[in-house]
């Protein structure tokens, strides 16, 4: 990693002519900027620096004396060197006698209006831009101007504009991309505040953060000259994250900037490469909207999420509510949120029919505390405990136990997550669950008599043995809870799908072919079937993206993990997109599986492909026989955190998905 370019100065320079300021005639004033660095767009470079040219897309705030600021257009001059600024609402004489005027370039820039007490304006650098060809996103570009013009109040004023912001310009080589992989967006984390909102004081210039982020997220899909705009901050010896999201998955790296370099100052381009050899690309962490409360359980993992906007909310810290952070969404689902924005795992909360929200962040239960302001806990108590409900269209109700009428909504004059009475000036909220978490259900069934159950996933799979006489018409197939089903003969059995946590009956009973009624049939009762819940997570090979050939070694998910090795065997373990698509192991290979730590595996389900004749060992547990495509391996008397299979000395082994169980 190399910083270039550091000195490129985007420094405020006005014309050589003596400015003049004459008296107003009709109380208004005429406000320009002439020939200065700064809005919006970069030009072709002159040596090393960069000139900015004025367009009409963003407006401008103007405050005269800390009055609250007027909204102006720009009109730009032809070369766009210049430009007229034109209030909406024409800006007066107050008859103080000393006549200052603050501007603020772009308007949008303004996150609350300019501060007369602390002498101060509240800004915000966005914390996702979306850079132009050749230029920084114009939202981040950030300039303000001050100019006193004494007792006489003026005709015109000659806006000053200085950059308050600094600008990186990032390039990445030997990142290695798919075919059709293509690059969506580059996340810069710094270990300090570097965009949001932030404090500029005008008695000295500096900035200080109000509710600032670390993470930056650039919308982009190039692999050089990726501009950005930041506040200004040293980073040297310093480390920032970087994660290159694509359509395929993430790659991530972290760089130390040597001493002399990293340090990004107001109204400069810190141009800096880095090098992404070996970076293995990642699977991405995927979000998906939730549009149902019953797909929300224990263990789910969740984030609150903005209704219509890309904002998901933040870590707590030291605040007493959950700031906004920048997300992106692609049509029902998220991917890769920053580090950011808090990640809540649901456990029960303390009243019948309650969740709780424990952050991960500090593993504590996220509790309100007091009207709009929100606190964590190590106890859990009815102010940590929450009510939800989903709508059909995934608006979600997050509604306090002990205060049922504060849920939890987003502020639009204040941008955060909090508790508010539901009303005007508050925007709704939707969860997203991380997918994978939460527990499925996986009833656990005790079958008497004639009728067989297979459990699959959340299905509950029944077949029966055919009466003696065999003179069926049909079947009808009953349980609780669930509407009755007519069966063909032909078909063979029924799958109940998506079973709640409970206790069921199933009956099913052979209609004779030669009675509309059950007065001939022959039925068979099953007894109570126990339904439990059980974590699992599946990690689906074929679905990795693996070239043909492709050496596979390590697969991780969000709790288990595949390690794929050689172990004393002469071929190392290869995805092969041939035949039945699969990971393939040989001779005296090895495969760990294992989840994270305390946790315990209780069974692994296997699907196999093509070839499946090894002899496989494994060092715990019982492995079972291999049924069509599937093989089952379960745990003793004590579930261990890893298991080893190994293959024995001939044959091969393939494997589609593994899927573990464990708690």
Sequence with gaps: MILVGAAAVLASVSCNKEEVIDASKDGTVRFYANEIKTKTEFGTPDGNKYPTLWTNTEKVKISLNYAAAVEATVTPSVDRKTADITPATAITDDASGDYTFYALSPAAAEASNINKSYKDWDINIPSTQTPGANSVDEKAQIAIAVKSTGTVFPASVALPFAHVTAYGKLSFTNLTLSPGEEV????????ENWVGSWYYYFEDGHMAAHSGSKALTINTDKTSDIWFACAPIDLQTKTLGISVTTTDGSYSKDITFPSGKGNFEAGKIGSFTVDMSGVIRQDP?????????????????????????????????????????????????????????????????????????????????LTWSSTTKLTSSESLTDAGSWTVTVSGSGIAGIANVKEPGRSILYNNSSPRFSTYSPGTGYADVNIYKKNGTGAAVLPKVSIAGDIEAEVSGKNIIVTWTDPADANVSKYKVTCTGQADQNVNPNEGGYIFENLADGEYVITVTAIAANSSTHRNS??????ELEVSSVTFEEIDLTAKGYANGEDVTTVSGSVAALVFAKGSGSNAPKYYTSGTPSVRTYAKNTLTVSVSAGKKISKIEF????????????????????????RTWTAGATKPNSVVFTNGSSNQMHYQKVKVYYE
């Design 184 to 191: 969506t967006s580059v996340t810069l984390t710094s270990p």
């Design 607 to 630: 699907t196999l492909g093509g070839t499946k004749s090894a002899t496989v060992t494994a060092d715990s547990g019982t492995l079972g026989d291999i049924s069509g495509s599937s």
């Design 522 to 527: 022959n039925t068979w009762t099953s007894s």
């Design 285 to 365: 962490i995927v979000y998906t909207l939730v549009d149902d409360v019953d797909e929300l359980s224990t263990n789910s993992e969740i984030i609150i999420v903005h209704s219509s906007l890309d904002f998901a909310a933040g870590k707590l810290g030291s605040e007493t509510y959950l700031a906004q952070r920048a997300i992106t969404k692609t049509g029902v689902t998220i991917k890769d949120p920053s580090e950011e924005v808090e990640v809540f795992k649901i456990a029960d909360g303390n009243q019948s029919g309650s969740i709780s929200l424990i952050c991960k962040s500090n593993s504590k239960y």
